[in-house]
């Protein structure tokens, strides 16, 4: 069945010159199926098995085994693919995207998350959008490429992780290994937004991220019989955390990506909500950064945020507990300490007999900086598929494969060719999807930046 995907990808890559966009598309489209329908969760292993079917199709289109790499780490895998420059003095550049997804419950989709889909003009399906639809175009880019022969000054390399979405060990590995490239592109960052109309109005260009971390607050007591209660309960002391930390926020901030993407974003907006993104780009506006806090598509913008997600506490229903725990997710500013951001919410939480801790080992990465032959060529290819959009610099919420290399000083963007509706992003959630008709200037713009900056 992997090896039917692939020839089928391959046959329509084969098609003649004269029809080569259209065969993009279609060789693209066939990826994603595919790509989606291989269960990439935590878990289940199938990561080695959709790294060895895209180095199938990259194998089918002329890569030597020596520049296709696949290194199993425990149940799941790397891959890199190479296309090699002309001049051994520059240094090399990197695509990289990530292979696994989140997990899918099928009694609470419409589809069958890992039964690709096409309906009404869009492919349903997890991981279509995060991150499997840019995977499948950079997969086939590369594809097409080196069918053409096509000699770059600059060594490409296509890198895949395997565990972005959870425990990113392969993603470390990668930023060790890789650490010397010029510029890394991520295709699991930036993007376009269409209009209700399905037009293209807005493109931006990730050059930073806010930084991951988990904080586990636990609250203890010698429990005992539920009949005689005690003022020291785990749950109730808990609780209490939970609504302090709820209760409060984190002073506005700004940088230089945030103010310009609000500044840009503003008039497109429109209303109060466009107003207070202008004023709170050139001012620092509290009421500005008060009134976009509202709004869940902004609040990532204005400062650093944590929430509570996920709670433990008792072991019988007729026992007073003897333990409870809550983890606290936070997504903070670039430019602000980990620990920085622990020590207030102990603050907040104010309760000492609670023991703090940091799970994992969470790491911070500032903005990358504002290349100008990044800007421009990315600006280009994107302006090439809708002559009037706004493209900007941004800053993601979340956190990236690209965290791992910031950290290390290489420049990072995120250039998602994916362009779609606000309504239609379910990434992570129920019906997951992603619109065909937008697949084959996918491509083009790929073609465009891979070309542009590796000439």
């Known amino acids: 069945m992997m090896m039917r995907g692939a020839c089928s990808a391959l046959a329509l890559l084969a098609l003649p010159q004269g029809a080569m966009a259209a065969a993009d598309a279609g060789a693209a489209k066939a990826i994603l199926m595919r790509s989606v329908a291989i269960k990439t969760v935590q878990g289940?292993?199938?990561?080695?098995?959709?790294?060895?079917?895209?180095?199938?199709?990259?194998?089918?289109?002329?890569?030597?085994?020596?520049?296709?790499?696949?290194?199993?780490?425990?149940?799941?895998?790397?891959?890199?693919?190479?296309?090699?420059?002309s001049?051994?003095?520059?240094?090399?550049?990197?695509?990289?995207?990530?292979?696994?997804?989140?997990?899918?419950?099928?009694?609470?989709?419409?589809?069958?998350?890992?039964?690709?889909?096409e309906e009404n003009g869009y492919i349903f399906g997890r991981g279509a959008e995060d991150n499997k639809y840019d995977v499948a175009m950079m997969v086939a880019t590369m594809a097409q490429l080196k069918k053409e022969g096509w000699k770059p000054r600059r060594t490409v390399i296509l890198l895949l992780s395997g565990d972005e979405e959870t425990d990113m060990v392969t993603t470390k590995a990668l930023a060790g290994q890789y650490k010397d490239i010029e510029l890394l592109l991520n295709g699991d960052g930036g993007g376009g937004l269409l209009n209700d109309e399905g037009r293209p109005v807005l493109y931006q260009l990730q050059a930073g991220e806010k930084s991951y971390a988990d904080f586990e607050f636990a609250f203890t007591d010698a429990g005992g019989h539920s009949s005689a209660p005690t003022p020291g309960n785990p749950i109730y002391r808990m609780a209490k955390a939970i609504d302090a930390i709820a209760a409060y926020q984190f002073p506005p901030m700004r940088n230089a990506l945030t103010r310009a993407s609000l500044a840009l974003s503003a008039d497109r907006i429109g209303g109060?909500?466009?107003?207070?993104?202008?004023?709170?780009?050139?001012?620092?506006?509290?009421?500005?950064?008060?009134?976009?806090?509202?709004?869940?598509?902004?609040?990532?913008?204005?400062?650093?945020?944590?929430?509570?997600?996920?709670?433990?506490?008792?072991?019988?229903?007729?026992?007073?507990?003897?333990?409870?725990?809550?983890?606290?997710?936070?997504?903070?500013?670039?430019?602000?300490?980990?620990?920085?951001?622990?020590?207030?919410?102990?603050?907040?939480?104010?309760?000492?007999?609670?023991?703090?801790?940091?799970?994992?080992?969470?790491?911070?990465?500032?903005?990358?900086?504002?290349?100008?032959?990044?800007?421009?060529?990315?600006?280009?290819?994107?302006?090439?598929?809708?002559?009037?959009?706004?493209?900007?610099?941004?800053?993601?919420?979340?956190?990236?494969?690209?965290?791992?290399?910031?950290?290390?000083?290489?420049?990072?963007?995120?250039?998602?060719?994916?362009f779609m509706k606000a309504e239609d992003g379910f990434a992570h959630g129920l019906n997951e999807r992603v619109p065909v008709a937008g697949i084959w200037e996918s491509l083009e713009q790929w073609d465009a930046v891979v070309r542009g900056l590796a000439k």
Not at 46 to 75: N, R, S
Not at 95 to 111: E, P, Y
């Open 44 to 85: 289940e292993g199938q990561v080695p098995k959709l790294a060895a079917y895209y180095a199938g199709v990259l194998k089918a289109a002329g890569f030597a085994e020596a520049d296709l790499v696949i290194t199993p780490m425990g149940e799941t895998a790397t891959l890199a693919a190479t296309i090699k420059g």
């Open 272 to 418: 109060d909500v466009g107003q207070a993104m202008r004023r709170y780009a050139d001012t620092g506006d509290a009421a500005a950064a008060e009134l976009l806090s509202t709004r869940p598509e902004f609040v990532g913008q204005v400062r650093t945020t944590c929430v509570a997600t996920m709670a433990s506490a008792g072991h019988a229903p007729n026992a007073l507990p003897q333990s409870a725990k809550v983890v606290v997710n936070c997504r903070i500013f670039p430019g602000v300490a980990i620990d920085d951001v622990k020590a207030q919410l102990v603050k907040v939480v104010a309760d000492p007999s609670a023991r703090v801790k940091t799970l994992g080992d969470p790491l911070a990465s500032d903005a990358s900086p504002l290349r100008a032959d990044v800007m421009k060529v990315v600006r280009d290819a994107v302006m090439a598929r809708a002559p009037d959009i706004a493209v900007m610099p941004g800053m993601s919420a979340g956190a990236t494969d690209s965290l791992y290399f910031r950290a290390l000083g290489v420049p990072s963007y995120g250039v998602s060719s994916l």
């Open 87 to 117: 001049d051994p003095t520059l240094k090399p550049m990197a695509l990289i995207g990530h292979m696994d997804v989140v997990a899918a419950d099928r009694a609470d989709w419409t589809r069958d998350p890992f039964v690709p889909v």
